[in-house]
């Protein structure tokens, strides 16, 4: 079942490989500013003889960019960010393509960290991180030899500028995750598409009519918030800031506290980033039925120790969904384990949308490489590649933009025209 070939890897089933090919392709047809960075990195070979280590979703979009960063010269090794995510079809062709993977769905969290340290052993120079984990192991064991690092999701960057913060911090981060051509349309669209592809996946549900309630409301909530209410859901947002709170109010949405919506709500999901947003005390109001999920990067926002303390009885009902009978007779129906919604009961954002999100991180890698001299702070990636982005995923899309005329120009950087 797991190997150890020509490619160094820890992988589920290499039978699987032509299933992952398939939908690897089908993933890169849909991903053309990626390709089109794979096709220029393929020539210059900007990561020649470089040790670039991964800790991502491993999922169709994700090979495509460590096809990326494989033609473009480096030595690639891949472990998974969430033991929960990972496609094992994928790992496969992967490691077909001689790409070293480590990483096989369902994977215990010894086992989580034990691939991560398979990464690390293979000595990378660059890390590519979504959640910050690799990125702090590097740092709890002290490995010198490291360039720099990215980071894809709010959560890792979160972390990361805390250790920016307190000065430990060993070397330069970009966060891939604050470019606009990625949170803008991942956190925002992705999520809110995916997580309501993971929740139907698992259930089946109508979303129309019932009450959704949305926990954060960042750009996923954001996102996912939108989303429920085009398929006909009332929703009703929970945040602890004031400013995001009006402006879910004024985006139309009903906004209370937990305390509250917890008994109204039908379906609940956390996109906070933070820990134990739905509590046993919001559990117990719950109705019968009622579903719960979370699609924060990890699974702390539902208090799942609190939900077993107030359980008399758990079984699996379909994929992804298990039914906790409570002592006060009602019934909840926890999806994924409480771990991101849209990873493990769906496959992730579409391609899409991680075209953008993974040809930021390419270009983020490649500029660490060449700037060379960046401190050990977190950074983002400059504004001219974030645009360039923009520009290249509109062109691809057929949509042509007006261009400024030069009295326009003139006009901007003046302060004294036509007042
Ligand atoms: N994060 C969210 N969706 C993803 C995907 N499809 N691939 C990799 N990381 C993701």
Redesign the pocket.
């Known amino acids: 079942m797991k190997r150890r070939g020509v490619t160094d890897s820890r992988i589920r089933d290499i039978a699987l490989t032509p299933e992952g090919q398939r939908k690897i392709d089908w ?1 890169d047809a849909k991903m053309p500013v990626l390709r089109l960075i794979r096709e220029r990195m393929k020539k210059e070979k900007p990561f020649r003889n470089r040790r670039v280590g991964c800790c ?7 090979a495509n ?1 460590m096809r990326t960063l494989r033609d473009g010269g480096a030595e690639v090794m891949l472990c998974a ?1 969430n033991p929960l ?1 990972t496609q094992d079809y994928v790992a496969a062709a992967l490691v077909a393509d001689n790409i070293s993977v480590y990483a096989c769905r369902g994977d215990s969290r010894k086992e989580y960290y034990a691939n991560m340290n398979r990464v690390i052993a293979r000595r990378p120079e660059v890390l590519i991180d ?1 959640g910050a984990d690799l990125i702090s192991t590097v740092h709890k064991q002290r490995l010198a030899g490291i360039i720099g690092g990215t980071e ?2 709010t959560t890792g960057v979160i972390r990361l500028k805390q250790m920016e913060k307190n000065r430990v911090l060993n070397f330069p981060i970009i966060a891939v995750n604050d470019s606009l051509t990625k949170y803008l349309f ?1 956190n925002r669209y ?2 809110g598409q ?1 997580t309501i592809d993971g929740i139907l996946r698992a259930t089946n549900i109508l979303i129309s009519g019932g009450n959704f309630v949305v926990a954060g409301y960042g750009w996923c909530g954001r996102g996912l918030a939108m989303r429920a209410k085009g398929m006909g859901a009332q929703v009703i947002v929970t945040e602890v800031d004031p400013v995001k709170a009006l402006e879910a109010r004024m985006d139309g949405y009903t906004v209370m506290p937990m305390s509250e919506a917890a008994a109204a709500g039908d379906v609940f999901v956390t996109v906070t980033g933070n820990i134990n947003v739905i509590r046993k005390e919001h559990m117990l109001k719950m109705k019968d039925g009622a579903i719960i999920a979370n699609s924060g990067h990890f699974d702390v926002e539902i208090d799942k120790i609190g939900l077993k303390n107030i359980t008399v009885r758990k079984r699996l009902i379909r994929n992804s969904c298990e039914e906790y009978k409570l002592k006060n007779g009602r019934r909840l129906y926890l999806l994924a384990e409480g771990r ?1 919604v ?2 493990a009961a769906a ?5 899409m ?2 075209d953008m ?2 040809a930021n991180q390419a270009l983020a890698v490649e500029y660490i490489l060449q700037r060379g001299d960046l401190a050990n702070e977190v950074y983002r990636l400059p504004l001219d590649l974030d645009q360039e982005i923009a520009r290249l995923k509109l062109k691809s899309m057929g949509i042509g933009i007006d261009r400024l005329t030069p009295e326009q120009r003139r006009y901007l950087s003046s302060w004294t025209m036509g007042t």
């Open positions: 993933a991502l979703h491993v999922t169709t979009e994700t960019l960010s995510s979504d894809e999701t991942d992705g999520t995916s991101l849209n990873l496959e992730g954002h579409p391609a949308v991680m999100s993974f």
